[in-house]
């Protein structure tokens, strides 16, 4: 609506406003196919009207936006060329030059080059001015420093400094403040410490985000995982079955791939013989060569439907293993490993004198 009442008025920096408005809140509700065109609109006209700090906002989010949802390392270099060096000679705007930076970072990370989005996101925070550390949407530099932090220690560090300081700023109910906690229990990785961390912030977004159901799916699925990994099986099992329950109406796209999963990972424990049928869609999907994000979830969708299968002496289950390590590799979550120890664990079961 805003944006339509701007192309009425007919003034070009107003109109280009009014599309960086528009795609950020496209982009901020996961809609990244609608999000990309207006926020070239915005991008081009602020070009042509000599707009350069909204010219390098709106291509900072048109590279997140684009290259998550498909890699091209061209079009990411060309972009680079382009809008680097001119949003280091903005004056007056401190957020831009950091929020490229960091998505430049990121859109390196999901083609899988976390050397190169490490070298970003350091540069992310040293461009980020001390008078920015509060602020709200560059927090997120703080999380992506911790997600390519190599020593175990240091990323759990930053990663606790990074939720700490959006429950100071935020509250810790602030929909920011649970992700930053979420992804610092994901970065823990001994199950029995990240538990608690993943209980509060799961419990958090039940009683204050109930809408969000695509997020707690995501959630209650790792808890559900933490719980199979500390041996309690029957509660895992419950909570795989409440995750699914949850996002079992969700129709966005990342939701139904949690929900399928944790289904799956239900009917696993459950002993169920169905699990192949319900990951084949997903296996599908999933099958998209240049999305590593896709091909990790497939991965995990194999090697469940494998584990449901496992006989002694087959196949099937150490070739799955070493597919999901092989996509896994580039990851300092620690989900690959603990996933990666409950199967070796359950082949244990399955094979004792092996």
Same mark, same amino acid.
Not at 40 to 60: D, F, N
């Given at each position: 609506?805003?944006?339509?009442?701007?192309?009425? =008025?007919?003034?070009?920096?107003?109109?280009? *406003?009014?599309?960086?408005?528009?795609? #950020?809140?496209?982009?901020?509700?996961?809609?990244?196919?609608?999000?990309?065109?207006?926020?070239?609109?915005? $991008?081009?006209?602020?070009?042509?009207?000599?707009? =350069?700090?909204?010219?390098?906002?709106?291509?900072?989010?048109?590279?997140?936006?684009?290259?998550?949802?498909?890699?091209?390392?061209?079009?990411?270099?060309?972009? !680079?060329?382009?809008?680097?060096? %001119?949003? $280091?000679?903005? =004056?007056?705007? +401190?957020?831009? +030059? &950091?929020?490229?930076?960091?998505?430049?970072?990121?859109?390196?990370?999901?083609?899988?080059?976390?050397?190169?989005?490490?070298?970003?996101?350091?540069?992310?925070?040293?461009?980020?001015?001390?008078?920015?550390?509060?602020?709200? *949407?560059?927090?997120? !530099?703080?999380?992506?420093?911790? %997600? #390519? #932090?190599?020593?175990?220690?240091?990323?759990? $560090?930053?990663?606790?400094?990074?939720?700490?300081?959006?429950?100071?700023?935020?509250?810790?109910?602030?929909? %920011?403040?649970?992700?930053?906690?979420?992804?610092?229990?994901?970065?823990?990785?001994?199950?029995?410490?990240?538990?608690?961390? %993943?209980?509060s912030v799961c419990a958090r977004y039940h009683h204050f985000h109930p809408d969000l159901r695509g997020e707690r799916v995501h959630c209650e699925a790792y808890r559900a995982l933490l719980l199979e990994a500390t041996g309690a099986r029957a509660a895992a099992t419950q909570t795989y079955t409440d995750a699914a329950a949850i996002g079992a109406t969700v129709g966005e796209e990342t939701a139904w791939l949690w929900t399928t999963l944790a289904w799956a990972d239900a009917r696993r424990l459950a002993g169920a013989a169905d699990v192949a049928a319900i990951v084949a869609p997903l296996i599908t999907w999933a099958s998209t060569p240049e999305q590593s994000w896709r091909r990790l979830h497939g991965a995990h969708a194999?090697?469940?439907?494998?584990?449901? $299968?496992?006989?002694?002496?087959?196949? *099937?289950? &150490?070739?799955? !293993?070493?597919?999901?390590?092989? =996509?896994?590799?580039?990851?300092?979550?620690?989900?690959?490993? !603990?996933?990666?120890?409950?199967?070796?664990?359950?082949?244990?079961?399955?094979?004792?004198?092996?």
């Amino acid at each position: 609506m805003a944006q339509a009442e701007a192309r009425q =008025v007919g003034y070009a920096p107003l109109e280009a *406003e009014a599309a960086l408005a528009r795609g #950020t809140l496209l982009l901020s509700l996961q809609r990244n196919v609608d999000a990309a065109p207006v926020l070239t609109e915005a $991008r081009t006209i602020a070009l042509r009207e000599r707009m =350069v700090p909204l010219a390098v906002e709106a291509a900072a989010r048109k590279i997140f936006v684009e290259q998550m949802e498909h890699a091209d390392p061209v079009a990411l270099e060309r972009d !680079i060329a382009v809008f680097e060096p %001119m949003s $280091r000679g903005i =004056v007056g705007d +401190h957020i831009a +030059h &950091p929020l490229l930076l960091n998505n430049i970072g990121a859109a390196y990370m999901a083609a899988e080059q976390p050397a190169v989005a490490a070298r970003y996101f350091a540069a992310a925070r040293e461009a980020r001015p001390p008078s920015l550390t509060d602020n709200v *949407e560059l927090m997120i !530099i703080e999380s992506n420093v911790a %997600m #390519t #932090t190599a020593d175990d220690a240091a990323r759990e $560090r930053v990663a606790l400094a990074a939720w700490e300081g959006r429950r100071a700023l935020l509250g810790d109910s602030h929909l %920011m403040t649970l992700q930053a906690g979420d992804m610092y229990g994901r970065f823990i990785r001994d199950p029995k410490r990240a538990l608690p961390i %993943m209980d509060s912030v799961c419990a958090r977004y039940h009683h204050f985000h109930p809408d969000l159901r695509g997020e707690r799916v995501h959630c209650e699925a790792y808890r559900a995982l933490l719980l199979e990994a500390t041996g309690a099986r029957a509660a895992a099992t419950q909570t795989y079955t409440d995750a699914a329950a949850i996002g079992a109406t969700v129709g966005e796209e990342t939701a139904w791939l949690w929900t399928t999963l944790a289904w799956a990972d239900a009917r696993r424990l459950a002993g169920a013989a169905d699990v192949a049928a319900i990951v084949a869609p997903l296996i599908t999907w999933a099958s998209t060569p240049e999305q590593s994000w896709r091909r990790l979830h497939g991965a995990h969708a194999l090697l469940s439907s494998a584990l449901a $299968r496992h006989a002694c002496g087959g196949r *099937e289950l &150490p070739e799955a !293993i070493a597919a999901y390590r092989d =996509v896994a590799r580039t990851l300092l979550l620690a989900e690959p490993e !603990i996933r990666l120890a409950v199967a070796g664990r359950e082949d244990e079961l399955v094979c004792p004198d092996r």
